[in-house]
């Protein structure tokens, strides 16, 4: 695989399957405040974006804004249940394992959230020293900062990574920063990540390395 030298993972939906119990966790906060959303809207509009941008859209779509302590309470029961509850995406501890060229993970999760699910499911070990959140870049996905900076972290040029992502907002910042994107399926249809720029999609993580192989030789 010579030319590809760094895969960049998504956290959320990719390395956790933390996308089922944060969405219904926001959904059932939301409910608690006077506002019903179905789920599969949530999914399709809100889910992949940044808090700031999903406060935005709320007032967008539904005339709502969000109470000043609604994120406090959220992150506050998102790491208590994602403690609780958190599993790791089936497979993908093999699908790490079996790389060959150096990984990292880049996220729009905080700090403290990427350690603490990294450490629930196990993983923490495969990626401490290697996590990029987007705290430390001016602005989040879908902007591409963050995978700019993890490849230039790691000495990478853009046009030698792979990125990893369940969302068509990661695919787009993966995409705006020159990379090459695979879509696991585990949030999304397959065809909402291709319409997003991903160049291949897979729904078990065994497959990955075939995949790779084809892309790379």
Known sequence: MKDLKLVIFDCDGVLVDSEPITNQLFLDILKSYGLSIPHEEFVAKYVGSGMSVVKSLLYTHHHFTL?????????????????????????????????????CLASNSSPEKVRLMLKKTQ????????????NL??????????????????????DKVLVIEDTHIG???????????????????????????????????????????????
């Open 67 to 103: 109470p000043d302590d609604f994120f406090g309470i959220f992150n506050a029961l998102s790491l208590e249940a994602l403690q609780r509850d958190l599993k790791p995406i089936p497979n993908v501890e093999k699908a790490i394992d079996d790389l060959t060229v150096p990984y």
């Open 123 to 134: 993983l923490f070990e495969r990626f401490e020293g290697k996590i990029f959140t987007s």
């Open 137 to 158: 870049v001016a602005a989040p996905k879908p902007a591409p900062d963050i995978y700019l900076h993890a490849a230039q972290a790691n000495g990478v040029s853009p």
């Open 171 to 217: 695919i787009t910042a993966a995409v705006a920063a020159g990379m090459q994107v695979f879509g696991y399926t585990g949030t999304f249809p397959a065809q909402r990540l291709i319409d997003a720029g991903a160049s291949n999609t897979f729904s078990d993580m065994r497959d990955l390395m075939g995949l790779m192989k084809k892309a790379y030789g």
